[in-house]
């Protein structure tokens, strides 16, 4: 052992202070821990590499499809049609948002408050929809 670096020190008793008690492994530890002083950076980090979509402005002929799927569905409402429709949501912290598609029966179009309400009373804005696909039996 004494060919060893330390070799001469290693089997030494441990010298005990008189004045201050033993400290134990996890305080000894934690005198190396990394200093946090950016306490929630990451999350701000993370918020701000999250990506959103810019809301697209639909052109004079997607209106124009769009009003012509409210029309047939408004026209065929008693039979409550199966619709799958995408919609733009706004992000609640930055600009921009997300595409959502969603399914399901129509129960009424609002035309007043433009306002789509499904048999599961899911309301979406008719200003927030891209796309409505209607199925063929309409």
């Not at 810019?54 to 012509?68: A, Q, T, V, Y």
């Amino acid at each position: 052992m004494e060919n060893f670096k330390y070799g001469d020190i290693l089997n030494l008793p441990r010298h005990i202070s008189a004045n201050r008690p033993h400290m134990s492994s996890h305080d000894r530890a934690a005198q190396f821990m990394p200093f946090a002083a950016l306490t929630g950076f990451g999350a701000v980090i993370n918020e701000t590499s999250r990506l959103t979509a810019e809301k697209h402005e639909l052109s004079e002929d997607e209106l124009r499809l769009l009003n012509e799927s409210l029309n047939l569905i408004i026209k065929n409402i008693k039979k409550r049609p199966e619709i799958t429709l995408t919609r733009f949501i706004p992000d609640k912290t930055k600009p921009g948002g997300s595409y959502e598609s969603l399914t399901g029966n129509v129960r009424r179009v609002d035309e007043i408050s433009r306002e789509i309400i499904f048999t599961d009373k899911t309301v979406i804005s008719i200003e927030d929809v891209l796309l409505i696909e209607t199925s063929d039996e309409l």
